[in-house]
């Protein structure tokens, strides 16, 4: 782990308390400010910045965790281009947003290293709550529940918390130590408990919680990356992208980097692949999309963290087979137009590009079999879990659900600003 | 091409940028230093028995990213021994002929005071500046502001001054007295040659809160200080302009206060001032801004067809009247930029909790341009000052420019309120929600 964080330099570094000063003296305190309403967690940013200008630090942790428990990780890893400084008032005028990212890690960093209490939550409810999975969603649903006063157990598959914050998000955004440093910020103010190494799969594991519990919260996340379902997928090095990002985040890559990589996908996942694989040493990084550039549903500002590092583009182009013996040696593909807004397959255009590692980023699937051994469960046509939008109660009202696993994958922030609408969901719900 | 060059009160400098009586001009090395960058003129610190300072003796308050607002200090008058100033005064006006080089000066009997005007003289000096303004640490001890305060002393002091003097003689002011015309009416009785002001006002720039003690902090302890700076400018230029004013003072005034830029330096010169003197910004930047004054200066008298300096020296000066004689009838009213308005709501909020209630929001939130309630609008300015987008929200003229009426003329037709709940109020004529409407929302 010290190794990665000597690997990927920080792309938001911490502030220094100068820059903090200056950074925090341009806010203008909008009224009903702009950068608030585009954050999920509703945080109230002009108030933390001010208390930041005003030398009111602590102050500024607090306003900051009690609208998001995972404050710190969100500032090091939210898109805030697409969020708080994307809707800051200086974009319209051409000057550069706040570094909200920034001043809130400022703020929020200090108030780990300095182990402040901004909770102290009663066990008064003599009630108890199981949550499945110590991701974002969950860590923040215990949160909130422990600040109710309700008796918290999280149950998580992995021996570390803190989901794909720590096994996905891109290692040059945060680093291991500062996304587990919050978890045990949380843990020691909030008491909840996490069972590590605990995957619930069976019926029977199902059937232990909903005895030994009040209410139950799914914070499972997404699955494993998903098949392409072309010829030669299971050759060796031919990787999901999210098993291959976690062998790099938890140092258990076991052969150096190939020279040539081809990424098939246009989203984020795409990007952080091919950026990663760039970054640790390969020379030549295809991003391979079978549709246009400005059909990507990557964010232009991770297209272009990816290109800074010499990842190169191809659009159009649909990958037919991996080639090599047993080992990954090159991929077919086919160019492909859009004809009446349909994507068709160009006969006659297939061409091959070598490779030593083909990285699969087309999205993960979901965890239909593990929702399967619950009961009364809706999922939506394409696996989500359905639940009400403010309580996050599913159609089985014993479970709530929140973040990857009911939006379908979107970023950490939706999933803390979930998961504390379901403890809400769910203190409503036992307190009836 | 704009010509600088200044002639006040018989003083001769290539332009009106002078060094205030301060650190900066400690010293013959730092005065040389200043004249060969561009500066006109010095006042030396104040020269007199040589004092013993503190430390730490200055304070300062910024104000959100920008340093030093305001300052303030507790130093005294100069540390140094007269002959070695006087050496160097000498030395300085060897090398600079055409520089106006001012001895200020601060003692306390006329045995002193006649004796250090000769001393001065002596050395070359072009003129005197009598420092009646400090009001710390000398002020205890019968001088600086306790002089200034006492318009009869003050006087009495400066015709001590005038029985020797052979060059030009400026009386520096204090601002900490209520009327500042009463010195200044002191110093021409007295037949003095010119006022300088404001000195720097008496002040605690700020409290150390978890030390319990106030800024600057000598051990475990403070004193009140002298305020300047920027932020005191406003204050300067209301008193230049009194005694600009003034039929009894009738005196050439060096403008002093918060001048860092020529637009400030502009604004002095157009209320009556015709030299200036600095001293925080070049403590906060350094004699180099001298260039940035000086260009600025002449661009700003090139674009209005000005020559010299005396040709718009108070040309603002009949325009600052009584509120009496203001016409009540001109009205103004904000009016906001669709196209620049970047939705920060700040104007929405200020007007809604800090004025009249004139600005609304839009039902539909994702519309950020707040709308001017035009029947509201009391045309206050709060909203214009407020906003951060340049040009954004401008004040519009709305009656015709055809009718004129000041409280002065109302009064005397008896069309003004008289009794509490008068008709005549003025908030008569725009709406004030009623108080249980602020729980509503
Ligand atoms: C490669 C990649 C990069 C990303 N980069 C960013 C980024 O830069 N910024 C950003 O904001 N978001 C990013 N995201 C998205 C973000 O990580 C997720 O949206 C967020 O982590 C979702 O949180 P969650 O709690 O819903 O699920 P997860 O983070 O997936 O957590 C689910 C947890 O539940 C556990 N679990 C699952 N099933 C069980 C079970 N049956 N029993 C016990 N435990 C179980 C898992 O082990 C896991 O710890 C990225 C995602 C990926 C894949
Ligand atoms: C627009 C305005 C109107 C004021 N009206 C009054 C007033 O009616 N009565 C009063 O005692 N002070 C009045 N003041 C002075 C303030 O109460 C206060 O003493 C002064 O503004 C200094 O404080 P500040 O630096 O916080 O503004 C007024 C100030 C402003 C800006
Ligand atoms: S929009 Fe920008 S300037 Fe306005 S409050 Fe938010 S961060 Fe501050
Ligand atoms: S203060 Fe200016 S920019 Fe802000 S909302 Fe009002 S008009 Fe628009
Ligand atoms: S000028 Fe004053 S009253 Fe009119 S809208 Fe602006 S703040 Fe309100």
Redesign the pocket.
């Known amino acids: 782990m010290q190794d990665n964080e000597k690997r990927f330099p920080q792309i938001k570094p911490l502030m220094n308390t100068s820059e903090a000063y200056y950074e925090s003296s341009r806010c203008l305190f909008c009224y009903d400010a702009p950068c608030t309403l585009a954050c999920p967690t509703s945080i109230d940013i002009p108030l933390f910045i001010r208390q930041i200008n005003n030398g009111n630090l602590i102050g500024a942790g607090k306003t900051i965790y009690q609208s998001n428990y995972l404050g710190n990780t969100?500032a090091k890893?939210?898109?805030t281009e697409m969020l708080c400084e994307g809707a800051c008032v200086f974009t319209k005028v051409n000057i550069k947003a706040l570094a909200i990212g920034r001043l809130q890690n400022f703020a929020t960093n200090s108030a780990i290293l300095s182990k402040q209490k901004f909770f102290d939550p009663q066990n008064n409810t003599g009630k108890s709550v199981a949550i499945?999975?110590?991701?974002?969603?969950?860590i923040s649903c215990a949160c909130e529940l422990r600040a109710a006063g309700y008796h918290v157990d999280i149950?998580?598959?992995?021996s570390n918390?803190?989901?794909?914050?720590l096994?996905?998000?891109?290692p040059y955004?945060i680093t291991n130590r500062e996304a587990l440093m919050e978890v045990d910020f949380l843990k020691e103010q909030f008491g909840f408990n996490i069972i590590y190494n605990?995957?619930?799969?069976s019926k029977i594991d199902v059937e232990k919680l909903e005895s030994n519990y009040d209410a139950i919260f799914l914070?499972?996340?997404?699955g494993n990356s998903a098949e392409i379902k072309i010829k030669g997928e299971n050759k060796t090095d031919c990787v999901g992208?999210?098993e291959f990002?976690e062998q790099i985040k938890m140092s258990s890559l076991d052969k150096p980097m190939a020279k040539k990589v081809i990424v098939l996908g246009g989203g984020?996942?795409a990007m952080?692949?091919a950026s990663e694989s760039a970054r640790l040493g390969a020379e030549n990084v295809i991003v391979a999309y079978r549709r246009s550039e400005k059909e990507m549903k990557a964010y232009d500002f991770e297209y272009d963290l990816a290109k800074v590092t010499g990842v190169v583009g191809v659009f159009n182009i649909a990958p037919v087979e991996i080639l090599g013996e047993k080992v990954v040696e090159g991929v077919k593909f086919i160019r492909t137009e859009s004809q009446h807004g349909k994507l068709v397959n160009i006969p006659g255009s297939e061409f091959v590009l070598d490779c030593g590692l083909v990285i699969k980023a087309t999205g993960?699937l979901k965890?239909t079999s593990?929702i399967a051994n619950i009961s009364g469960i809706s999922l939506d046509e394409t696996g989500r879990i359905l639940v009400n939008e403010t309580s996050c109660q599913t159609s089985n009202p014993k479970y709530f659900a929140?973040?990857?696993?009911v939006n379908g994958?979107?970023?950490?922030?939706?999933?803390v600003a979930e998961?504390k609408n379901g403890g809400k969901g769910i203190h409503a719900f036992l307190s009836r | 091409m704009a010509n600088l060059k200044i002639n006040f009160a018989g003083i001769q400098a290539p332009n009106p940028f002078w060094l205030a009586s301060g650190p900066p001009t400690n010293s013959g090395y730092q005065i040389m230093k200043a004249f060969d960058q561009g500066w006109g003129g010095a006042v030396w610190k104040t020269l007199g028995v040589p004092v013993v300072n503190v430390s730490s003796r200055y304070g300062a308050i910024n104000h959100r990213g920008n340093r030093v607002v305001g300052f303030n200090n507790i130093e005294l008058i100069t540390d140094r021994r007269l002959c070695d100033n006087l050496r160097e005064m000498e030395e300085v006006k060897k090398h600079f002929p055409n520089h106006a080089v001012i001895a200020s000066l601060m003692v306390q009997t006329k045995k002193e005071w006649q004796q250090i005007v000769h001393d001065v003289q002596n050395a070359g000096a072009d003129g005197i500046e009598l420092n009646f303004g400090c009001p710390h640490g000398m002020c205890e001890r019968g001088m600086g502001s306790a002089v200034g305060q006492e318009p009869e002393v003050l006087e009495t002091i400066t015709r001590w001054v005038m029985e020797v003097a052979t060059i030009p003689v400026i009386v520096k002011l204090t601002p900490n007295i209520s009327d500042i015309t009463e010195p200044a009416q002191a110093a021409r009785r007295a037949g003095a040659n010119a006022i300088s002001l404001i000195n720097t006002i008496q002040s605690l720039i700020g409290v150390d809160i978890d030390r319990f003690v106030t800024y600057p902090v000598v051990e475990n302890s403070s004193s009140n200080g002298g305020y300047c700076g920027p932020a005191v400018k406003p204050i300067a230029l209301n008193m230049v302009k009194n005694c600009a004013q003034h039929p009894l003072v009738q005196l050439p005034i060096s403008g002093i206060g918060g001048i860092e830029n020529w637009r400030d330096a502009v604004e002095f010169l157009l209320l009556g001032a015709s030299s200036l003197q600095v001293c925080t910004a070049v403590m906060h930047y350094g004699f180099g801004i001298i260039r940035d004054m000086t260009s600025g200066l002449e661009q700003y008298m090139d674009s209005h067809g000005f020559e010299t300096i005396d040709q718009f020296i108070g040309k603002a000066l009949p325009n600052v009247k009584h509120w009496e004689d203001l016409n009540l009838k001109y009205r103004v009213i904000a009016s906001i930029d669709e196209e620049k308005c970047i939705g920060c709501q700040l104007c929405y909020i200020a007007c809604e909790d800090g004025a009249h209630q004139a600005i609304d929001l839009n039902d539909d939130k994702s519309m950020r341009v707040p709308k001017i309630n035009e029947e509201n609008c009391v045309g206050c300015n709060l909203c214009s000052l407020i906003c951060p987008v340049e040009n954004c929200i401008t004040m519009v003229r709305k009656d015709d420019g055809n009718e004129h009426l000041t409280w002065r003329q109302r009064t005397e037709a008896n069309d003004v309120p008289t009794t509490f709940d008068d008709a005549l109020a003025g908030g008569n004529s725009h709406t004030v929600p009623a108080p249980l409407e602020a729980l509503k929302k």
Request: glycine fraction near 20%; proline fraction near 5%.
């Open positions: 969100c890893v939210c898109p499945i999975g110590a991701g974002p969603a969950g149950y998580e598959a992995k918390p803190s989901g794909l914050a096994h996905g998000v891109a955004k605990t995957r619930i799969a914070g499972i996340g997404l992208a999210t990002i984020n996942t952080d692949a993960q965890q593990m929140g973040g990857d696993a994958g979107a970023e950490v922030v939706n999933a998961g």
